[in-house]
């Protein structure tokens, strides 16, 4: 399973309790980023991946380059690179599926940006609401992504994280809410309703996609 992220790709091969890393951003490539996953994985057979990817996918298909690394990504035949059947899902998708624990599920992802997804049912709805503006200059990655906690400071931040976690439980009408990655450390108290994610539930996630068929 490999869990690509805005600042590290975190992956693990098969019972592995614990996931190795290495640095992301800007300048990874999926071409970088094989290269490094190849000289790590020397040794190593598998017969399928998972991954979890940074942006928009659509049927298992990449159709939109992420905002946070390099570009190559849509275009990029991963099956052929890993030489075995490749399952490709959203990076937040694949942390909400391995923490669903049934009815209706929202997932925020507390990173490099902000990762959210809604599983209803069992039927995953990916979702990109860091990107949606919630005044007229700022999106929701805006006051919550990396650099708002940088800029504003943790105390307004986890504020402004409360705030938008109120707003979408109004609007999603969720049973159950976890809140993900790795800022999640920097809030003193969870807002309410609400629970906290596993570092471990992309890579659940990532077995739970080849025992149901892959949507996402």
């Known amino acids: 399973m490999v869990d690509i992220g805005g600042s590290s790709v975190k992956f693990v091969v098969g019972n592995q309790r614990k996931a190795e890393r290495f640095k992301s951003g800007a300048q990874l490539t999926p071409e ?3 290269k490094k996953l190849r000289k790590r994985l020397h ?3 598998f017969d399928v991946v998972s991954l979890g990817y940074p942006g928009v996918v659509r049927a298992g298909r990449i159709t939109r380059e992420p905002f946070n690394l390099g570009p190559g990504w849509i275009d990029f035949n991963f099956r052929v690179a890993f030489g075995c059947p490749v399952r490709i899902i959203n990076d937040a998708a694949m942390q909400a599926l391995g923490a669903y624990r049934g009815g209706r599920l929202l997932f925020l992802g507390l990173g490099t940006g902000l990762g959210s997804t809604l599983i209803v049912d069992g039927t995953i709805v990916p979702l990109e609401l860091g990107h949606m503006h919630c005044s007229g200059k700022h999106t929701y990655e805006d006051l919550l992504g990396e650099r708002a906690r940088k800029r504003l400071g943790h105390g307004k931040w986890r504020r402004e ?9 109004k609007a999603f009408l969720p049973d159950d809410i976890v809140l993900g990655g ?4 920097h809030l003193k108290r969870l807002p309410p309703q609400t629970r906290p994610g596993d570092n471990a539930d992309a890579f659940t996630g990532g077995v739970r996609l080849w025992k149901s068929p892959a949507n996402g």
């Open 43 to 45: 040794g190593w057979r």
């Open 161 to 169: 994280v409360v705030a938008v976690v109120r707003g979408f439980s």
């Open 32 to 34: 970088v980023m094989m």
């Open 182 to 185: 790795g800022n999640v450390k």
